[in-house]
């Protein structure tokens, strides 16, 4: 079991580097909720967090919901965060 545990680490730790990639290459906007700079997330991927609320802005290093709440990456489950980072990797300029 530990190999399992150790390549969804990896896999945690790559989708974490391209989202850095995606700032890194001046992608992201102003959030909606404070000055700093995001990615808007599409509808299709505006998973569900906490009490109602769901996921509009990726940031460089949390989530952020329709009502400006901040979430570490883990607050979705690898296989939904990597459908945010594939998403949001399509319509971003490299």
């Known amino acids: 079991m530990k190999k399992f545990k150790i390549q969804h680490e990896e896999l945690f730790e790559k989708v974490r580097e391209r989202i850095e990639e995606l700032f890194d290459n001046g992608n992201g906007v102003k959030s909606d909720h404070n000055d700093r700079r995001v990615i808007r997330v599409p509808k299709e991927q505006a998973f ?20 400006g709440y901040g979430y570490s990456l883990s607050a979705l489950t690898l296989e939904q965060l990597c459908e945010v980072v594939d998403a949001i990797s399509e319509f971003c300029d490299f």
């Open 48 to 67: 569900n967090l906490d009490g109602g609320r769901h996921l509009t802005e990726i940031g460089i290093d949390k989530l952020v919901d329709n009502e």
